[in-house]
């Protein structure tokens, strides 16, 4: 069953549109994630779903009810924000049960559902506290448990995690995660955070200009990326980007400064012409040494600059004297000016058009 359906959906702003005859559907139970960078249109996106935003154009439906015209409380949403939106007078009991009170819920009702969300977000011993006596992390659990005592169907978060220390949102990621696999609700999370969008959705729209470019799970997005914008927001370190040209002929391949790249073994999605291109190839799916030589592409390479990450290591070098990363372990110790041998397998590289950047 499908639990959001956005049809046909546009926003402008005087002469700017937001968003653009945007269609999209949500499972029920999935996990999906708006992914962008600012901008994009996912935050207003998640505002018209939400009722916060009145539509220009085209129709929202939430459990098969058209509510493109219903209040924000009519929708059976609940919503999570990047600001905590907590009263300071009240206790964490307090904020949890104030919409239950002004609904005029029973107050037995009223703690049960306080009791058990506590229980799922382990805020149990902060329920007597004010916020001012919480962290920014407990603060955020107290948040998402004003939504989850609404026991609604569908849950929105708008960049919750991004007030929040590298740590902290390391550890509420799985909080979240944990949450939606208990209630398996369904869930729309929008972040720009590519590592919180990987880890958590079951599937994920990346948006640019009111336009989601791609909408697949992550590991499709990351490994098919369906154009150029989409292949360089995803990745951390980036992809890889060589400019060069196409030579067909019974044997093609993709010509750089200095060098070919045999595509035989490339999965074209489209019928590849002759002429300008980007070859696209991620840091981790580079080869050395003598791994290298036995691929179908490699060549010698100098070191340009070593970035120790703690749990690996990022080396920049030159390809067709172009900017290139490649990824080693952490054990192994390279230094700048040293050389050595580096190769990929085209099968695992992407190639874009050189004008309208769309995969070839």
């Not at 949890?96 to 382990?122: C, N, V, Y």
């Not at 080869?287 to 060549?299: E, K, N």
Request: aromatic fraction near 6%.
């Amino acid at each position: 069953m499908t639990s959001v359906v956005v049809k046909d959906v546009s926003l402008s702003f005087g002469a700017y549109d937001v968003l653009k005859e945007l269609n999209l559907d949500v499972p029920e139970g999935e996990f999906l994630v708006l992914l962008g960078p600012s901008g994009c249109g996912k935050s207003t996106l998640l505002n018209c779903i939400a009722g916060l935003l009145d539509v220009s154009d085209g129709q929202i439906f939430i459990k098969g009810k058209n509510v493109t015209w219903e209040e924000p409380k009519d929708r059976g949403i609940g919503m999570v924000f990047q600001s905590y939106a907590l009263y300071p007078q009240m206790t964490v009991e307090g904020n949890l049960s104030f919409g239950l009170k002004t609904a005029g819920m029973a107050k037995d009702e009223i703690a049960r559902r306080i009791a058990r969300a506590a229980e799922i977000l382990q805020i149990e011993p902060l329920l007597k506290r004010k916020p001012a006596a919480l962290s920014g992390g407990q603060r955020q659990r107290v948040a998402i448990g004003r939504a989850l005592v609404r026991d609604v169907d569908v849950f929105l978060f708008d960049e919750p995690l991004s007030n929040l220390d590298a740590k902290l949102r390391s550890e509420l990621r799985v909080e979240i995660k944990r949450l939606h696999q208990k209630l398996a609700n369904t869930m729309i999370y929008v972040t720009h955070d590519q590592i919180e969008a990987m880890t958590l959705a079951d599937r994920i729209a990346v948006m640019r200009g009111g336009v989601i470019q791609q909408l697949d799970a992550p590991q499709v997005i990351y490994n098919r990326p369906v154009n150029r914008f989409v292949a360089g927001f995803l990745g951390s370190p980036g992809m890889n980007f060589l400019d060069g040209e196409i030579e067909g002929g019974a044997e093609p391949a993709f010509a750089i400064a200095g060098a070919k790249i045999p595509l035989d073994r490339y999965g074209f999605d489209a019928v590849a012409a002759p002429g300008k291109a980007v070859l696209g190839i991620r840091p981790e799916h580079i080869a050395l040494g003598d791994v290298a030589r036995a691929m179908p592409f490699s060549a010698d390479a100098g070191v340009e600059l070593v970035e120790p990450m703690g749990s690996d290591t990022l080396v920049w070098t030159k390809l067709g004297g172009q900017g290139f990363a490649f990824r080693v372990e952490a054990e192994r110790h390279l230094a700048s000016g040293d050389q050595l041998r580096i190769g990929f397998d085209p099968a695992r590289a992407s190639l874009f058009d050189g004008q309208s950047g769309n995969r070839i």
